[in-house]
């Protein structure tokens, strides 16, 4: 009898599990030095960025791009993507606003009416592309014109001024952080651990990952896909809540452009482009990359022209840096 053998390798299964934690890891460590690094440089160019002030700024700034971010992340984790998250931003806070300043509502009810628009406006987004089986970039792209229409029709293309009727979401807490930005820290945790931990966060990565695979493992992919559309549109529309509540007004351009800020922290924090994965934990340290970027820009006097080209430039050499980590990881 050969004894030849021995249990002291691990399974594979142990060995594919203990590979995926050391990769996170490892990105959880490259993203907080890129971010730690960030901060240095920016506080040796300038006196007053390494300040309380600086830091609770950036932090009462960021919860709106933190909670659409996460949203966008399971979008393109299931290998979509939706270009409408900006415009439905302004639409929900239009519609909270001119509820309270025009139609008299509460502001519990004008709030909820901004989150069901939301919602609503990601759920048609999901149910078109996958009724018809068109790439959400189209879809998605349509329906930023439609809601940013809507949002100008909303508010007869006028700033609507509501004061501190939703100011709620904007008071200081401890150490003068807002009440938003505790908010969208549990929304990170939540987000996450609806990812990791449940049903349907390991049906939103099969999807991404092999979705004929998970259609055949008796999964149906359509609902799941609207869903998690539907969720998107929602926080956008909480963020939209929060951009009004800190303003304190609601304008109907709001947001322009945001969607590809959402994209690039979701991007920057590791998610795949081509889906099957991410995190919603390193699309935070990608919003705060770009927030510390944008502030530490900002600070040094940099021009609108240069931030933007630096931006893409960082946006640029995340893709890159993440293509080749993927690459890497496939080759052993």
Same mark, same amino acid.
């Given at each position: 009898?050969?004894?030849?053998?021995?249990? $002291?390798? !691990?399974?594979?299964?142990?060995?594919?599990?203990?590979?995926?934690?050391?990769?996170?890891?490892?990105?959880?460590?490259?993203?907080?030095?890129?971010?730690?690094?960030?901060?240095?440089?920016?506080?040796?160019?300038?006196?007053? #960025?390494?300040?309380?002030?600086?830091?609770?700024?950036?932090?009462?700034?960021?919860?709106?791009?933190?909670?659409?971010?996460?949203?966008?992340?399971?979008?393109?984790?299931?290998?979509?993507?939706?270009?409408?998250?900006?415009?439905?931003?302004? /639409?929900?806070?239009?519609?909270?606003?001119?509820?309270?300043?025009?139609?008299?509502? !509460?502001?519990?009810?004008?709030?909820?009416?901004?989150?069901?628009?939301?919602?609503?406006?990601?759920?048609?987004?999901?149910?078109?592309?996958?009724?018809?089986?068109?790439?959400?970039?189209?879809? $998605?792209?349509?329906?930023?014109?439609?809601?940013?229409?809507?949002?100008? /029709?909303?508010?007869?293309?006028?700033? *609507?001024?509501?004061?501190?009727?939703?100011?709620?979401?904007? *008071?200081?807490?401890?150490?003068?952080?807002?009440?938003?930005?505790?908010?969208?820290?549990?929304?990170?945790?939540?987000?996450?651990?609806?990812?990791?931990?449940?049903? #349907?966060?390991?049906?939103?990565?099969?999807?991404?990952?092999?979705?004929?695979?998970?259609?055949?493992?008796?999964?149906?992919?359509?609902?799941?896909?609207?869903?998690? #559309?539907?969720?998107?549109?929602?926080?956008?529309?909480?963020?939209?809540?929060?951009?009004?509540?800190?303003?304190?007004?609601?304008? !109907?351009?709001?947001?322009?452009?945001?969607?590809?800020?959402?994209?690039?922290?979701?991007?920057?924090?590791?998610?795949?482009?081509?889906?099957?994965?991410?995190?919603?934990?390193?699309?935070?340290?990608?919003?705060?990359?770009?927030?510390?970027?944008?502030?530490? /820009?900002?600070?040094?006097?940099?021009?609108? !022209?240069?931030?933007?080209?630096?931006?893409?430039?960082?946006?640029?050499?995340?893709?890159?840096?993440?293509?080749?980590?993927?690459?890497?990881?496939?080759?052993?």
């Amino acid at each position: 009898m050969t004894l030849g053998t021995t249990t $002291s390798a !691990p399974p594979a299964a142990a060995a594919v599990a203990w590979r995926g934690l050391r990769g996170e890891l490892a990105t959880y460590l490259g993203l907080t030095g890129v971010l730690v690094a960030m901060v240095a440089l920016f506080g040796a160019l300038s006196q007053h #960025f390494l300040s309380v002030d600086t830091f609770v700024t950036i932090a009462n700034e960021i919860p709106a791009l933190a909670v659409m971010a996460v949203g966008m992340t399971f979008v393109l984790i299931i290998a979509g993507i939706d270009l409408s998250v900006g415009s439905v931003l302004a /639409l929900s806070a239009a519609l909270s606003a001119t509820a309270i300043v025009q139609w008299q509502w !509460p502001a519990g009810a004008a709030a909820a009416l901004g989150l069901a628009a939301g919602a609503v406006c990601g759920s048609v987004t999901g149910a078109v592309s996958v009724a018809w089986r068109l790439p959400s970039f189209i879809v $998605s792209l349509g329906m930023l014109e439609v809601v940013r229409g809507a949002a100008y /029709l909303v508010t007869e293309s006028r700033t *609507q001024y509501v004061g501190d009727a939703i100011g709620g979401l904007a *008071q200081p807490w401890v150490g003068g952080i807002s009440a938003a930005f505790v908010l969208a820290i549990a929304l990170v945790a939540l987000g996450q651990l609806v990812l990791s931990r449940t049903v #349907f966060g390991r049906c939103v990565v099969g999807i991404g990952t092999n979705e004929e695979a998970m259609r055949l493992a008796g999964v149906d992919p359509r609902p799941v896909r609207i869903a998690v #559309f539907a969720l998107t549109g929602l926080l956008a529309g909480l963020a939209g809540l929060m951009q009004a509540a800190r303003l304190e007004a609601a304008d !109907p351009n709001a947001g322009q452009g945001m969607e590809l800020r959402v994209i690039a922290a979701v991007v920057i924090g590791g998610t795949s482009l081509m889906g099957g994965r991410g995190s919603v934990v390193n699309t935070f340290f990608g919003v705060l990359i770009i927030a510390v970027l944008e502030a530490g /820009l900002a600070q040094v006097g940099a021009s609108e !022209p240069s931030k933007r080209i630096i931006t893409g430039c960082v946006i640029v050499v995340a893709v890159v840096f993440d293509t080749v980590r993927q690459r890497r990881a496939a080759g052993g």
